[in-house]
């Protein structure tokens, strides 16, 4: 028996799930909230609002360079990476506060700790002055997110190895930049910190950037960040890293063409993350993991164990903040007895915030071949879009997938400006299940970018 009991536990608060614990209160529920780091997790902290702040910089800085291409004269631009931090300091105190203030609830207690499961519906909790507290629930949600996955490469112990919250607390400018991974981390950091002023090389293993897209969308957003003059080093393994003097670090990389140096002065590590389930101990309650130690849930987001849930990237699969927000909606839903909510076919869109942004949603044209559809691809290049013209942001394409019997759009890719909005218009068309020439004979404003829609949907009756 625990010392404790409550009506319902939530293990973490993330921007995510922020609401579940606050409706199961409201509903008479005796909740507690457990959290062993900051209020809002990684969204609100070191993920999503501080980076997409710092993103913003680094477009005003290169908007700023580009002002000769609109008749506006500028001088030389530099970046105080020092004021840019402020300004993402500020931005994240802001949000922390915003999420603290609505937590004071009746029937819900915040209990700042680290959680670690003791049994099935057991729970102790690491108080910060070292003390203790055990607690049983019924039901209990696990919300506890993930990492960085280390660096283990021979050397790294002895460099200092950046990862995705610590280079955004730098005050100056890394003269020279060396990233490990091609992905949404790595793209955004990299074009951000060449944006600011710093040469930069991005290392991937795998053969392309962001291995989950289609290959021209993968080519095509290397293709934008070498033309920002950053060097993209594909199926490149970093083998070791060590000091090479004055501050500096040399890396080496096996490419197939033989083994590689480069040298730089700071190492962002962005490989990937892992979940947080060392300390929390769900083997102790029974709780299910997979291979690499994310928690196993059914569509309803249950684990092995009755009545204990996992929401948000702790239980693997694509990990954004809109997932765990929806993880929540369906957990309120089934907690609170409203009906029966799951995960099953749940439409997927995400953003990257590289400029131009990748908007994604759906199935890609490899997954559609993978699954043996009959499908057909539109594509348009942006710079056949009025707006992206008049506007001078031409690059990059829209793309869609279309089931060629039913002319329902099945997926898309706008690699392109305000690509992450355009995205959600077709988003919304394909919740809505309309065909595609719905889309291609819409009254969309003109000159948007929207209106682009047309043209990219019309192309498939021209082929
Ligand atoms: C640099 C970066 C940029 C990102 N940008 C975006 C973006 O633009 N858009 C987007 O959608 N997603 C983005 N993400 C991903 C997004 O941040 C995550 O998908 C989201 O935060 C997941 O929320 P979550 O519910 O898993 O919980 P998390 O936000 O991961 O929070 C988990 C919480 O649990 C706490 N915790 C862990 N273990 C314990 C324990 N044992 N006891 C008590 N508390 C514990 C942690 O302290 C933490 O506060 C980004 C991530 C990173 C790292
Ligand atoms: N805009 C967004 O929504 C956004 C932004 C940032 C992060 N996130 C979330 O955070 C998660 C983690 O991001 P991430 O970029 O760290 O992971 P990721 O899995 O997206 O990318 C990691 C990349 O590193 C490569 N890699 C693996 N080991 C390597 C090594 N040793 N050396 C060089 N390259 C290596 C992989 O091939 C992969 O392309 C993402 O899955 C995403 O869901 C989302």
Redesign the pocket.
Known sequence: MADESYDVMVIGTSQGGRFLPIDLAKAGRKVALVERGHLGGVCVNS??TP?KTMVASARAAHQARRGAEYGVRTGPVSVDLAAVRERKRAMVAGARENYASRLPQDGLDLIEGEARFTGPKTVEIALPDGGTREIGAPVIVIDTGTR?RQ?T?SGAQSVPVLD?TSIMELGELPEHLII???????L?FGQMFRRFGSEVTI????PR???REDDDVSDEVATLLRDEGITVLTSA??ERVEEAGGGRMRLTVRTPDGERRVEGSHLLS????VPNTEALTPVAAGIRLSDNGFIEVDEYLETSVPGVYAMGDVKGG???THLSFDDYRILRTNLLGQGKASTRDRIVP????IDPQLGRVGMTERQAAEQNRSVRVAKLPMSAVIRALETGETRGFMKAVIDADTQQILGAAVLGTEGGEIMTIIQVAMLGELPYPAMANAVFTHPLLAEGLNTLFMSLDAQ
């Open positions: 993920g999503c980076t960085p660096l490469i995705s490990l991974g091609g992905g949404y981390i790595g955004e290392v991937q293993t795998g950037l962001l291995m393994t970093p962005a490989i990937g993350r694509p990990a954004f995400y953003t990257v915030f």
